[in-house]
Nanobody
């Protein structure tokens, strides 16, 4: 059974950076495509980006243009990361990782980690 556990969230200040982690267990990490989503208060789920087993990543077009988000992975540590720079209050959300062996599918989800950006 694949399990995903996010960590690294918390209360941060505007302009700070945060690096969230998604620890994968139950399956070889490099066999999974891992995506990051977020859900802000009162809003729907937003796709941030994803990374394949070999490290190729792609992002939500709008967020890619901002240039503040970066997804990476360390398969030896079974961990995928989401770095968010220059945090803004509108980045306040619960951030989730999801995984599957197929792109665009999300069979496995973590419980999420909350990021709150103070003004």
């Amino acid at each position: 059974q694949v399990q995903l556990v996010e960590s690294g969230g918390g209360l941060v200040q505007s302009g700070d950076s945060v690096k969230l982690s998604c620890l994968i267990s139950g399956r070889s990490a490099n066999s999974l495509i891992v995506s990051w989503f977020r859900r802000a208060p009162g809003k729907g789920r937003e796709f941030i980006g994803r990374i394949g087993g070999s490290g190729t990543s792609d992002y939500n077009d709008d967020l890619r243009r901002e240039g503040r988000f970066a997804i990476s992975r360390d398969n030896a540590k079974s961990t995928v990361y989401l770095q968010v720079n220059d945090l803004r209050p509108e980045d306040t959300a619960k951030y989730y990782c999801a995984a599957d062996i197929y792109a665009g599918a999300y069979s496995y989800w973590g419980q999420g980690t909350q990021v709150t950006v103070a003004t």
